[in-house]
Structures are given as C-alpha cells and as structure tokens.
C-alpha cells in the first residue's frame, strides 16, 4: 500500500512538473501549478493568491483520465485566461451587498429614512456590478477567446494548427460527454462550437495564402 501511494505521489508531482514546464517563460515566475484540495474541485480552474501571483489548481484524480494532448490544450485554456486577465477574483461587490442589506434592516429598525435610502442604493449597485460580473454570455466570450489564446499557445509550443485545433475539440468533447450538469454542459457545446467555427476559418485562410503563394510564382 505504502509503495502505491508513494508511485502515486510521485506521478502526481512528476505531471505538476510537466505542467509548469508548459507555462509560456513570461508567466513562470509569478504563476504556479498545484494539486486542488477541495473536497469536490473542478478539473482545471485558477486563482488569483495576490497581486502579482495566480495558481493554477488541478484535480489530478480526473486529470490523468485525460489524453496528453487533451490536458495541454485545456491547460493552456488556463493560462490563456491568465494572459487575457479574466480570471475570477474576489472582488468587493459581495462585502458591500452585506453591508447594504444589514444597514438596510437596521434603518428599518430606526426608521431612518435617508440612511434607508442610502443602504437600498448600495444593495442595488452591488447587486448590478455582481450581475454584469457572473452574465452568462459574457463569461462565455471569455472562455471562446480564452479557448483561441490556447491555440496560439500551442503553436508556439510545437504543435501545428491542425493539431491543436483537433486536440482541444476532443478535450472539450470529452468534458460534453462527462458533465452531468446541463448548464455546465450547454457551456462546453457552445466553446465547441465556436472552436469549430473558427477551425474553419482558419483553414480557409490557410488556403488562401497557399493561393497566393502559388500565383506569386
């Protein structure tokens, strides 16, 4: 038992390794690359530790369940959130939504009416900046353009454009087929979709520079 876990542990930290050796050099000294401790994490996700330093956290059980090539693609998915700036963050529309409500309940108390209003306001503002933050749509944008950064990563570590096109579409495949969740789901057919659309356009220009480059002799 002791010998498995140790085997374990050591392929565990063997993929961490790995992984941080896939950070593009501009990001190695201030992104880290650690095992999720949750009790239920999600696969991949990452978290902003400080002003200058962000972790990327992975639930290794469901990681190695993965193809190679699958992992690196939704890997560089993480790091293409980090490079795009849209990773989430603990921001201070949830302490002021607090503060608003038990202000607003203790003017009720006192019957205060502008201290009322004033609370109400900062409930309202709080609450809207929470929505504009959590919209669907727009944290979906931001996984499609994240999803277009790990492309360009991916090329940049030696894989060609084909390849990387074909390995992030079979990761996200895979993740369609393994979430429960429709909202979740729903939001991993809508990354493939878009990738697909973009595969296409991609190839189309690929082959019109080919064109212009047989014209050119």
């Not at 603990?90 to 038990?102: F, R």
């Not at 659309?197 to 014209?215: H, I, L, Q, T, V």
């Amino acid at each position: 038992m002791t010998s498995y876990a140790t085997a374990t542990a050591r392929a565990d930290m063997g993929e961490l390794r790995r992984l941080r050796s896939l950070l593009p050099p501009e990001l190695q000294s201030w992104v880290t690359v650690e095992s999720a401790i949750d009790v239920t994490p999600p696969l991949i996700t990452c978290e902003e530790l400080g002003k200058d330093q962000v972790e990327i956290q992975v639930d290794l059980i469901k990681w190695e369940q993965l193809a190679l090539d699958q992992r690196n693609l939704l890997f560089w998915h993480e790091v293409g959130r980090i490079q795009n700036d849209t990773i989430p963050r603990d921001g201070w529309e949830m302490a002021a939504l607090a503060i608003g409500l038990g202000g607003a309940v203790g003017e009720l108390w006192v019957q205060d009416g502008l201290l009322l209003m004033l609370a109400l306001g900062l409930c309202g503002f709080s609450s809207w900046r929470l929505y504009k933050r959590n919209n669907n749509q727009k944290t979906l944008q931001e996984s499609i353009t994240a999803d277009e950064r790990a492309i360009a990563i991916a090329t940049r570590f030696g894989y060609t454009l084909p390849n990387a096109y074909k390995s992030l579409g079979s990761a996200l495949k895979t993740l369609i087929e393994q979430t429960p969740k429709k909202r979740q789901r729903d939001r991993y057919i809508k990354r493939l979709e878009a990738l697909k659309k973009s595969a296409a356009k991609a190839k189309e220009s690929a082959r019109a520079e080919r064109g212009d480059m047989r014209s050119a002799y």
